[in-house]
């Protein structure tokens, strides 16, 4: 296995588009629909984690040209009497489902083409706020409750009846989420720590030191993605910073990699197609390209 490097602190202004898309309010999360090349985007117009407030998912071609070049399409809202969509927090492309994580509840989707069909609706009438989601290899969604500090089970997301299953609520202001190779990693935004939990066995196996911090002043890594090697890039939200941190470190810091540019980050995801992450930003209705900068191996193994 090759060692690790670290690279050193890039600015935003290198090779990041950055364009305002009119339609969008406070996009929350991105995701990319590689059968018709385009992107969807959760869009909130109202706060985040209140119930009933306008939310949509809209269709981008490209939210990275200019918005004269796009073609916008509304795919789905809360208009009228549907309650499918409260507030978007992430979504999950699966085959041919979409995988919303709303506030208080989990909304799946059929992908027809351009439009979006109502499949299952679960309500979470226990969680106070719900964060992030992941879907594992077995089919199972665990989700993340900020406020309760809590991680959730739900087995098999699309089986007739889903019971939802309360893990822990050890994890402080449990926010972003990702899963890879049987385990859950698992971001706390107050302690700059990573949780580590086997799927297998529901249990915590260690927590990782992101930063030499004891804790952060207010609201710190909120979220994060995986790349191409593995390499984990996270999204602090007060520092308005992406840092790149790598497992096979063993207990060395993230490297900050871009600064001054992301205002108020809310998600980060990996675009494999142009190798880059893709940073939705509340008020600004502006998602941010960047260039995903990996780990460069060194001579030796």
């Known amino acids: 296995m090759f060692r690790f490097l670290l690279i050193f602190t890039m600015v935003l202004s290198l090779g990041a588009q950055q364009l305002q898309n009119p339609g969008l309010d406070r996009p929350s999360s991105v995701v990319y629909y590689p059968a018709k090349k385009a992107f969807m985007v959760s869009n909130m117009k109202g ?79 226990k969680v106070k706020h719900l964060k992030s989601i992941v879907l594992t290899d077995a089919g199972d969604l665990y989700f993340t409750d900020m406020m309760a500090n809590a991680l959730y089970k739900i087995e098999d997301i699309y089986s007739a009846e889903s019971e939802v299953k309360p893990l822990t609520n050890k994890i402080p202001r449990a926010s972003g989420m990702i899963y890879d190779d049987g385990r859950l990693y698992i971001l706390s935004a107050v302690n700059d720590l990573l949780y580590v939990f086997n799927s297998q066995t529901d249990k915590a196996e260690k927590t990782i030191k992101l930063t030499s911090s004891k804790k952060s002043a207010g609201e710190g890594f909120i979220d994060l993605c995986q790349g191409s090697e593995g390499e984990l890039y996270l999204l602090n939200k007060d520092k308005e910073s992406v840092y790149l941190f790598d497992l096979n470190w063993e207990g060395k810091r993230g490297v900050r990699l871009f600064k001054n540019g992301v205002v108020t980050p809310q998600s980060i995801s990996y675009y494999p197609g142009k190798n880059a992450l893709m940073v939705s930003q509340y008020f600004t209705n502006t998602i941010t390209l960047i260039p995903a900068l990996k780990p460069r191996p060194s001579s030796k193994e």
């Not at 706060?47 to 200019?66: C, G, Q, R, W």
């Not at 208080?104 to 309500?123: H, M, T």
Request: aromatic letters at 6%; glycine letters at 6%.
């Open 47 to 125: 706060v985040e984690n209140v119930a009933d407030s306008y939310a949509e998912i809209v269709l981008i071609s490209n939210p990275f040209e200019k918005p004269r070049k796009n073609i916008f399409k509304v795919l789905h809202s809360n208009s009228g009497k549907r309650k499918d969509l409260q507030a978007p927090v992430q979504m999950i492309l699966d085959g041919k489902n979409l995988i919303v994580g709303d506030c208080k509840q989990i909304a799946i989707f059929e992908l027809d083409g351009f439009s979006l069909k109502p499949k299952k609706l679960i309500p979470l009438p």
